[in-house]
């Protein structure tokens, strides 16, 4: 049975504006996340990763951040690449999109020579990421109004 999406790497023209689409949608409309707080810099050097439906509308994303990026946000640590900015829009979730996303970005981290992986997982999103391989470390912290714990996994 084939998927009615493909996950890729966002490279064609207007793919990183439909990954932004996507978060516009999920964060910014569905979960308030302020605008200015959505899109940060870190997007101008990160790997995006974007899923498209057999219609060519984009139903998901993420991004890995890698390099001097990723170790301001891992704590120093180049070989740790950071997870973040997943959304899959509401009309696509239950499709196994999010999973799918995951692992894209785990194989562009790898690609890259990336040893592990970090993320900043809503509480409510927890087994998810648990399901994927991720464990939490440390205490719950606000992010956006919103309560996050951090995770790792080894690739």
Do not use: N, W
């Not at 409309?29 to 439906?53: I, K, M």
């Not at 060519?56 to 973040?84: E, I, P």
């Amino acid at each position: 049975m084939s998927t009615p999406y493909v996950v890729r790497e966002a490279v064609e023209p207007g793919d990183r504006e439909a990954c932004f689409a996507v978060r516009k949608e999920v964060f910014v409309a569905e979960q308030g996340v302020p605008e200015d707080l959505e899109y940060d810099a870190y997007d101008a050097g990160a790997v995006h990763v974007l899923a498209v439906g057999e219609d060519g509308g984009a139903l998901g994303t993420g991004r890995l951040l890698h390099g001097r990026a990723a170790a301001v946000k891992t704590g120093g640590d180049a070989s740790v690449g950071s997870l973040g900015r997943l959304a899959v829009t509401r009309r696509a979730r239950g499709l196994g999109i999010g999973a799918a996303l995951v692992r894209g970005i785990e194989e562009a981290a790898r690609a890259r020579g990336l040893t592990a992986l970090d993320l900043h997982a809503q509480t409510h999103a927890l087994a998810f990421y648990e399901r994927l391989g991720y464990a939490a470390y440390g205490p719950e912290f606000p992010d956006a109004g919103m309560p996050h714990r951090a995770m790792r996994r080894a690739l």
